[in-house]
């Protein structure tokens, strides 16, 4: 069975042990509430090291914090439930208390999701893991939160069936976790987000409660309350098991690869695609830095394009592939880029060795309509290289559809410092800007801030503008589900009851 991975070695400055690089108050758990929580959970602990690796996810930020010794913010406790029971009277135990509680599992997130900012509780769902039934007739799993990618895919395809769901963190991340931020696969033109695929989920409220929403192919029953907890980062409640749509084994697939002159003549080839009715499950077009960096192939523009489905179906996509590609002036590449492709796509090895070597990494994922999709891309290159201390900015398109497209950019900063201390303030400082400069462009264009990897601590302060006058809404969804703020506290830019995270600092520069 799969296990959390964490990201990179945490090392140890001094004998003070590790420490928390987000300021913000740590709530305590008493001894009253610790026995309490040891009566009703079956594993509980209290240890540094088990505290340490709660207190991170693959936030690049953690990365570099691990390499001075720190982490983002430990938990007082772990509790770890092996079910729902146990999972619900954890969370009615830190409601009773007002202690925060913050569930996650495989801590594969990018932006901090799962840290447990405010101390507290981090409730470890992995125990709650396993495929409780696979309906081959109708199409619908009955999957535990706790379940990662591959012990999943291995357990439907034993039955002839999949998920489609084929995100980079395959091999670290879990259903719960999906759910939680919204997540994509990289075969999503073809199967959808993972909120695509949900029929219905068990949630344990704040208050220890547990309810169930969905169930049914389609409902004209209100509003869909499966998608109020779907990208909701365990704030508004911790799901406890789910149910997905599953499809058939495709029988065949087949494969192409071209290059284009430009980004945008590539970018205008894949709406045409996607907008007469095609739905290839891979459709990645990459810039020429990336095309470089990725393929070896220099001066253009690489597009794979990967498709897998029923033998009728597949011919009839891979043609209208073919019909646009050409229309659109595409050179034919060799197919094998697309194997290459495969065998490199879940690569996550280089973000320790670049923080290593003093060099700030990450990527930003925005989704847009495909008529402001040039400008972005062109906007945001351009202001990210303006950015002093930038070695590198590029960008692919990594999910399509209809009206738009998922923009996917890198960025990579060196210090001009030399002295340690002034290059670390120098790469948080660096980093903000440069996350900065993106999202304002996006918002301008009336983007999606985000297109998968959720929210988190690093995006909480986009919220608010992002939502516009709608964010009222969800602060008032969150006091009405949880009225004492106790889950997940700190996250999606809602206010808690517990204080402030005091992060980024520099002034001028997000919060402060």
Not at 315 to 332: L, N, P
Not at 403 to 419: I, M
Request: proline share 5%; glycine share 10%; hydrophobic share 40%.
């Amino acid at each position: 069975m799969t296990e959390p991975t964490p990201p990179i070695e945490i090392s140890t400055r001094d004998s003070s042990g590790v420490g928390d690089q987000l300021k913000a108050p740590k709530i305590p758990v008493d001894d009253r509430l610790l026995r309490k929580l040891r009566d009703v959970c079956a594993e509980v602990d209290t240890d540094d090291d088990s505290r340490a690796e709660a207190g991170r996810d693959w936030w690049p930020l953690s990365i570099k914090w691990a390499l001075e010794g720190d982490v983002p913010g430990r938990p007082a406790v772990v509790a770890r439930p092996r079910d729902a029971a146990q999972a619900a009277a954890v969370v009615a135990a830190c409601a009773e208390h007002r202690v925060p509680v913050t569930a996650a599992a495989g801590r594969s997130g990018v932006c901090g999701a799962s840290v447990p900012a405010f101390g507290g509780v981090a409730m470890d769902m992995c125990g709650l893991a396993g495929v409780l039934d696979i309906d081959t007739h109708s199409l619908v799993t009955d999957v535990l939160p706790g379940t990662f990618g591959p012990d999943l895919e291995t357990k439907l395809r034993s039955a002839g069936v999949t998920l489609g769901h084929w995100p980079q963190s395959m091999d670290l991340s879990t259903v719960g976790g999906w759910l939680a931020c919204r997540g994509a696969g990289q075969y999503s033109t073809r199967y959808g987000k993972i909120e695509d695929m949900v029929v219905g989920l068990d949630v344990v409220l704040a208050n220890g409660r547990r309810v169930r929403t969905g169930g049914a192919p389609r409902a004209a029953t209100g509003p869909d309350l499966t998608q109020m907890f779907v990208g909701s980062e365990g704030t508004l409640g911790v799901i406890t098991s789910a149910r997905l749509r599953l499809h058939r084994m495709p029988e065949a697939e087949d494969r192409r690869a071209f290059a284009f002159s430009t980004f945008t003549e590539g970018l205008e080839v894949c709406r045409r695609v996607l907008q007469r009715g095609a739905t290839p499950a891979v459709l990645r077009l990459y810039d020429e830095v990336e095309s470089g960096r990725n393929f070896d192939v220099t001066g253009r523009c690489v597009l794979i394009v990967l498709d897998e489905a029923d033998a009728t179906i597949l011919q009839a996509t891979m043609s209208v592939v073919d019909d646009e590609s050409k229309e659109g002036g595409a050179e034919e590449l060799d197919v094998a880029l697309v194997s290459h492709w495969m065998e490199h796509r879940n690569d996550v090895s280089a973000l320790a060795p670049l923080y290593r070597a003093g060099i700030v990494v990450d990527t930003i994922e925005i989704a847009a309509r495909w008529l402001a999709l040039p400008r972005i891309y062109s906007e945001c290159l351009a202001a990210l290289e303006e950015v002093a201390g930038t070695i590198a900015a590029s960008a692919h398109q990594s999910h399509a559809y209809v009206d738009g497209a998922c923009l996917y950019f890198t960025f990579a900063g060196r210090s001009p410092e030399v002295d340690s201390d002034e290059a670390d303030r120098w790469a948080e400082s660096y980093y903000v800007r440069a996350w900065d400069v993106v999202t304002q462009i996006v918002e301008r264009a009336a983007g999606s801030i985000s297109h998968h990897h959720g929210v988190g601590i690093n995006r909480s302060r986009f919220m608010a503008g992002a939502f516009g006058n709608a964010f009222d809404v969800l602060v008032s969804l969150k006091q009405a589900l949880d009225p004492k703020g106790i889950l997940n506290p700190g996250k999606l830019g809602l206010p808690s009851p517990f204080g402030e995270i005091h992060w980024p600092a520099q002034p001028g520069l997000g919060l402060s």
